[in-house]
């Protein structure tokens, strides 16, 4: 394992880590209403009476375990350092495959949403050790770049935001002394009374944005401020791709959404929701009002690419399936978020795509969570798989909207 950083900043202190706890699946009599203990499908839901388990992957055992399919993958894999956390964890790539087309995939941006990690452990592992047709296909078709743990300091006390003060802030930037803080900074998160970033809200088009005192506190529809080490990396890695390949084809964002009971269609069909998809929210008219000073902007592939992923899911499973109950997250001309890290990089001419798992990672049961894990890692194999045939390309990206809407909660993504 290699160890690169760009001006990596550590801060000083230490937050003590906090377990990840989930729930195992119970028996349950049929006619319970969904999110009620007894509630049918099990582990739809998280019930006071449910026995809890640990089944996460945590900061201190996300290391080694990159370690081991670095060492076990005779080379394939390639696991670096790259940057640290406001809290001074570190914060890892691994990359796979060797194809001019650049996948650079993150998770665990929100630090209580971590099915992306798992997943994505589990797709390094599969491309690292497989020897089958389509994992040669990939390797060959599709330089794979993870970043499976973005928020490890959020992650590790299972809440939203990552742990930084506005003294911290001005501490890296001088010049914003005495500025309100960024309209995305919360004094304390998840009931913990620790202040930080919704680091989904730190990003900019501009990827040589420096801060400045007159752009502050923001509005919720504009550009961020690349105020936090931990979305100035992700940065840092998808310029350094830029500057490798000349593009990044598509960026992933792994994200979990709303209550877990969401429903595709509403009232219509009343399936559980198993992955919500989304492309860029830059207004209306697809972004029309960005699109002369970031021409680059392909809304168009977005839509492509965020179907190869349902179009997989849904032709892996079968219809029936509970877990090819996929949806759109909603339709992206009612919101606007040019700070989000899929509005930048899309603006800078990648596909993106936002996955919205149904539930937050401490609703699940064991059931549920397995369930959930593989439906992720599914739909981006079938991203890469797509990538690598180029039959990405030649998919009609309005065929996205064919697919219903699961009846959007705006406090997610």
Not at 139 to 161: C, H, Q
Not at 302 to 310: G, H, I
Request: net charge negative; with cysteine; glycine share 12%.
């Amino acid at each position: 394992m290699s160890n690169f950083a760009r001006s990596p900043r550590r801060f000083l202190g230490a937050v003590g880590a906090a377990t990840m706890l989930c729930t195992m699946v119970t028996a349950v009599p049929a006619g319970a209403a969904p999110g009620e203990s007894g509630a049918p499908g099990a582990g739809i839901c998280k019930t006071s009476d449910d026995p809890q388990f640990s089944g996460w992957t945590t900061y201190e055992e996300l290391g080694p375990k990159l370690e081991r399919i670095e060492k076990n993958s005779s080379g394939r894999v390639d696991v670096e350092v790259v940057g640290q956390s406001a809290l001074g964890r570190d914060l890892y790539t691994a990359r796979v495959g060797t194809g001019d087309r650049v996948l650079l995939v993150q998770s665990a941006v929100h630090g209580n949403e971590r099915t992306g990690t798992e997943a994505l452990l589990g797709i390094l592992q599969k491309l690292g050790s497989g020897n089958d047709a389509e994992t040669q296909r990939a390797l060959e078709g599709v330089t794979l770049v993870a970043m499976p743990m973005v928020n490890p300091d959020g992650g590790e006390l299972n809440r939203r935001t990552n742990v930084m003060s506005w003294n911290d802030v001005e501490s890296l930037y001088p010049q914003l002394e005495g500025s309100q803080p960024a309209w995305y900074h919360r004094p304390s998160n998840g009931g913990i009374n620790l202040p930080g970033f919704d680091l989904n809200r730190d990003f900019n088009a501009d990827l040589d944005y420096v801060p400045q005192p007159g752009d502050l506190p923001g509005l919720q529809e504009d550009a961020g401020f690349f105020l936090a080490p931990e979305s100035r990396t992700i940065r840092d890695v998808y310029v350094d791709l830029q500057q490798e390949f000349g593009e990044v084809d598509a960026v992933v964002d792994l994200h979990h959404m709303g209550p877990c009971d969401q429903q595709t269609g509403g009232e219509q069909d009343g399936k559980h929701i198993s992955v919500a998809l989304d492309y860029p929210p830059l207004g209306i008219n697809d972004g029309a009002a960005y699109q002369a000073d970031w021409p680059l902007l392909d809304q168009d592939k977005s839509r492509r690419y965020a179907l190869a992923v349902a179009d997989g899911i849904k032709d892996s499973y079968g219809s029936q399936s509970p877990l090819a109950a996929v949806g759109r997250y909603f339709h992206p001309e009612e919101r606007e978020y040019a700070g989000q890290g899929r509005s930048a990089f899309a603006l800078n001419g990648s596909a993106t795509v936002l996955f919205e798992v149904r539930g937050q990672s401490d609703d699940f049961g064991q059931k549920m969570k397995g369930m959930l894990v593989q439906t992720v890692q599914t739909g981006l194999e079938s991203l890469v798989d797509s990538m690598a045939t180029g039959e990405v390309d030649s998919l009609d990206g309005d065929d996205f909207f064919d697919y219903p809407d699961y009846g959007w909660d705006q406090t997610a993504d």
